[in-house]
């Protein structure tokens, strides 16, 4: 599976940006998917994750309700709604493949992604 991602840009504060990541090759929907972001300076972080559909989605905390992950799998396209940007948003995000495994209740985790896409840069200015 490859992954493009695309949609960063310079935005300022309380601005609306949305990233997209186009996978091609392989089985789109067998994988659950993944944004992350890597900051100057600072680790790669969990941003969002997303299963089937939207209600499997689940976010960190500095980003709930304020960016939302959504999927197409007619397009093979995931998608992150970023609402409400801070300058804190400012990061490199990637986005990312896996295979989920759920558990009896519903839930799901995704120990190992597989497929990464290459990058897009997000800046806030204040």
């Known amino acids: 599976v490859q992954l493009q991602a695309s949609g960063g840009g310079l935005v300022q504060a309380g601005d609306s940006l949305r990233l997209s990541c186009a996978a091609s090759?392989?089985?789109?929907?067998?994988?659950?998917m993944a944004w992350f972001r890597q900051a100057p300076g600072k680790v790669r972080e969990f941003v969002a994750r997303i299963a089937w559909s939207d209600l499997t989605a689940h976010y960190a905390d500095s980003v709930k309700g304020r960016f939302t992950i959504s999927r197409d799998n007619g397009k093979k396209t995931v998608y992150l709604q970023m609402n409400s940007v801070k300058p804190e948003d400012t990061a490199v995000y990637y986005c990312?493949?896996?295979?989920?495994?759920?558990?009896?209740?519903?839930?799901?985790?995704?120990?190992?992604?597989?497929?990464w896409g290459q990058g897009t840069l997000v800046t806030v200015s204040s």
């Open positions: 090759g392989g089985n789109f929907n067998l994988y659950g």
């Open positions: 990312a493949a896996g295979r989920p495994i759920f558990s009896n209740g519903g839930e799901y985790t995704i120990p190992e992604y597989d497929y």
